[in-house]
């Protein structure tokens, strides 16, 4: 770690109860949660909150936020080459729709059960999306951001690496839609072990997680490598590899106690919608905590939620702030001070904030009290 990010990556202000109060952060102190260290912090796709998702300039900035760790989607090149993006469908976050010479490859395509239509990663070389420009994915929400589109293109995992080697921090890779990828012969998890060994992390200590909604790849990496692994566990639903199978299996099983104890045979530890923790009800307000995360540390599982974002729209009704009937609302930032304070309260070990400096800047006034 960095001299920058041991002793300034906290002097942060948090606005809380409408006073401003300066903090300093030292990394991996001890705070009020009962484990005895300080929740890791997560850039979800980089700061996401203020700039293009997946691309340098967004993990730049989530580690000038303070974050622990990047966090690379990877999805797979027609070479076989691993690249950060949410989805293989680029149509949403790149200037692709805007490059006649790929008109043609615009194509429907089933991906884990779902007719998806677009321009997909795997039907290009590197060499080809090196052509193709980032762009907001969400300008209604995040409209700041457009002023960075065009600007960059999609990174390699390599380069993110590289970014976060440079500046002390890990990286927290999540393998997208591994099962379709196995069926098209550009399986994720072989590269993605190799990119990691070809930078020198390949042991427990490094600073590395690799997570995934699907759970055979996870199993499978545990028999292959010694790198701590996330099993994430959705909202609802269930792990595509097993509605593939048609087993029945669910996240909700997944999140028993006995399920979880399943999970620790084969996982460091879980990354968990923050509804898995902190419910909500009809109304679109939280209601009372469960016992998941108490249930899942009594297994030997760390637990990692996703994803905080700032925005009214993205936050429980009760952490909303403002007038709805404003046009701005929506995008209007609300009481995520609050809702990460309520998630802290939990004794979670790590959380995944499209604003990582938030996120850090509630941790440092956490550990002055």
Do not use: C
Request: proline share 6%; glycine share 8%.
């Amino acid at each position: 770690m960095t001299m920058i990010r041991k002793f300034v990556a906290g002097a942060l202000a948090v606005i809380a109860g409408g006073t401003v109060a300066a903090v300093l952060i030292q990394p991996g102190s001890a705070t009020a949660d009962k484990r005895d260290r300080e929740p890791i912090v997560i850039g979800h796709r980089g700061a996401s909150a203020w700039r293009p998702e997946h691309t340098l300039l967004s993990y730049e900035t989530a580690i000038g936020l303070g974050a622990d760790f990047i966090e690379p989607d990877l999805v797979s090149t027609k070479d076989h080459i691993l690249v950060a993006r949410h989805e293989n469908e680029i149509g949403g976050t790149t200037d692709v729709a805007d490059h006649p010479e790929f008109a043609s490859r615009r194509t429907t395509k089933t991906i884990d059960g779902v007719a998806v239509t677009g321009w997909f990663t795997e039907d290009f070389t590197l060499a080809e999306l090196r052509t193709l420009r980032a762009k907001e994915r969400i300008p209604d929400l995040r409209p700041e951001s457009t002023a960075f589109n065009g600007l960059v293109p999609i990174p390699t995992f390599d380069e993110v690496i590289d970014l976060a080697q440079r500046h002390g921090v890990g990286v927290y890779p999540e393998t997208k839609h591994p099962t379709y990828f196995d069926s098209i012969g550009l399986s994720l998890e072989e590269p993605l072990l190799a990119t990691l060994a070809r930078h020198g992390w390949r042991k427990a200590s490094d600073p590395v997680f690799i997570q995934s909604f699907e759970t055979a790849n996870i199993r499978d990496l545990h028999k292959k490598t010694k790198l701590r692994l996330i099993q994430l566990v959705n909202g609802s639903g269930a792990p595509y590899d097993h509605v593939a199978k048609g087993d029945g299996f669910t996240y909700d099983q997944m999140v028993t106690p006995a399920g979880l104890k399943d999970v620790a045979s084969y996982a460091y530890g879980v990354g968990v919608a923050t509804t898995r923790i902190l419910p909500v009800g009809a109304d679109g307000r939280t209601v009372a905590p469960t016992t998941l995360v108490r249930d899942a540390h009594w297994a030997h599982l760390d637990v990692h939620t996703w994803t905080v974002r700032p925005e009214n729209s993205q936050l429980p009704v009760d952490y909303r702030r403002g007038d709805p009937a404003s046009p701005v609302y929506a995008r209007a930032t609300g009481d995520v001070t609050g809702y990460f304070n309520k998630l802290f309260d939990q004794n979670i070990d790590g959380v995944f904030s499209d604003d990582p400096g938030i996120a850090r800047a509630v941790l440092g006034a956490r550990a002055l009290h």
